[in-house]
């Protein structure tokens, strides 16, 4: 996207240059230069690489599409900011801030946010531009960045990718993790009460640090009691009902399961996470598959025919006439 300079002020390098001398004086403590204050402006596309913005105060502003790679954003103020879809590679914000910031999107390779402000703001937000309610890190890949300490009380992870993401310490109560995929993520002493990863992807061997931390999980369910209801749910179909059992998988947690040509005709899979999941050449007509998470799964030759897919999220785009 374009960069609307017009928008910006016509001197937010000379004020930037100003808070570098305001910063330094306060070393020496002497008096000198002005601490950068900007609320409710638009940076939409501003480029801020490599910048020290420590101590600054950004209200409600909208840093859009921004690049602040390598900028030091500590101990700033960032409330209520728009920074979803910016580059933040490398940037530090530690100590700063950020409650109900907007970080849908963006950016964050080796981004520092070790003791960050991020719980909801609870005060009206900044007009235009501000943001309110909870922060969001939704649609947001996290590869090597560092949340220890931060408080991220509810804030959404929805559908967010955390790669290497340190979360020691860090309080994560009522956090929404839906739609979410996890790897080598570091829950060392993290508060996770209430927090939501019934639709999270994560390896079954980080379960025990969820459960410790009090995170709200998923049904997970053994290989031989999903081969089980898998026969129960063929012999129902076979007898029109009258024998086995219908398939109500609904929350279930079967997350890289193998249901390869299985017959599902008609089952319950609400909120089941299928992320991964090899369903190549399964049966799924009539089934309820609404909310459910289908991010890389394997749906190839399936046939959803009929299928109640709402909410769903990786469900490939389906064209007039196909049955997948």
């Given at each position: 996207?374009?960069?609307?300079?017009?928008?910006w002020p016509d001197d937010l390098y000379e004020q930037i240059k100003s808070h570098g001398e305001f910063l330094s004086a306060r070393l020496g403590k002497l008096t000198r230069g002005k601490q950068l204050t900007l609320v409710g402006v638009d940076l939409t596309g501003v480029k801020l690489v490599g910048m020290n913005l420590q101590r600054a105060v950004f209200?409600?502003?909208?840093f859009y599409c921004a690049d602040l790679r390598n900028s030091d954003f500590s101990q700033a103020v960032l409330t209520g900011c728009d920074l979803s879809g910016a580059d933040l590679t490398n940037?530090?914000?530690?100590?700063?801030?950020?409650?109900?910031?907007?970080?849908?999107?963006?950016?964050?390779?080796?981004?520092?946010?070790?003791?960050?402000?991020?719980?909801?703001?609870?005060?009206p937000p900044v007009l235009p531009h501000g943001k309110g309610g909870v922060v969001s890190l939704s649609d947001t890949t996290l590869h090597n960045t560092n949340l220890s300490q931060a408080k991220l009380l509810?804030?959404?992870?929805?559908?967010?990718?955390?790669?290497?993401?340190?979360?020691?310490?860090?309080?994560?109560?009522?956090?929404?993790?839906s739609y979410s995929t996890l790897s080598n993520v570091q829950f060392k002493n993290t508060k996770l009460h209430d927090a939501n990863f019934h639709l999270a992807d994560f390896p079954?061997?980080?379960?025990?640090?969820?459960?410790?931390?009090?995170?709200?999980?998923?049904?997970?369910?053994?290989?031989?009691?999903?081969e089980q209801v898998v026969n129960d749910h063929q012999l129902w179909i076979?007898?029109?009902?009258?024998?086995?059992?219908?398939?109500?998988?609904?929350?279930?947690?079967?997350?890289?399961?193998?249901?390869?040509?299985?017959?599902?005709n008609g089952a319950d899979l609400r909120k089941v996470n299928l992320s991964?999941?090899?369903?190549?050449?399964?049966?799924?007509?009539?089934s309820d598959l609404r909310e459910a998470n289908l991010m890389y799964t394997n749906l190839t030759d399936a046939d959803l025919r009929g299928a109640l897919t709402e909410g769903s999220r990786g469900l490939p785009v389906v064209l007039p006439g196909n049955k997948n």
């Open positions: 996207m374009e960069s609307n300079p017009a928008s209200r409600g502003c909208r940037a530090r914000f530690v100590w700063s801030n950020l409650r109900g910031a907007d970080l849908s999107r963006a950016i964050l390779k080796g981004t520092r946010f070790e003791n960050a402000d991020m719980r909801p703001m609870t005060e509810g804030a959404s992870f929805v559908g967010a990718i955390l790669d290497g993401a340190i979360l020691d310490n860090a309080d994560l109560e009522g956090a929404d993790f079954v061997e980080m379960m025990k640090d969820l459960q410790t931390g009090g995170a709200k999980l998923p049904q997970v369910v053994p290989p031989e009691v999903l076979d007898t029109d009902g009258q024998r086995g059992r219908r398939a109500i998988m609904s929350g279930w947690y079967l997350s890289r399961a193998h249901l390869a040509q299985a017959n599902l991964n999941a090899n369903l190549h050449g399964a049966r799924l007509i009539c």
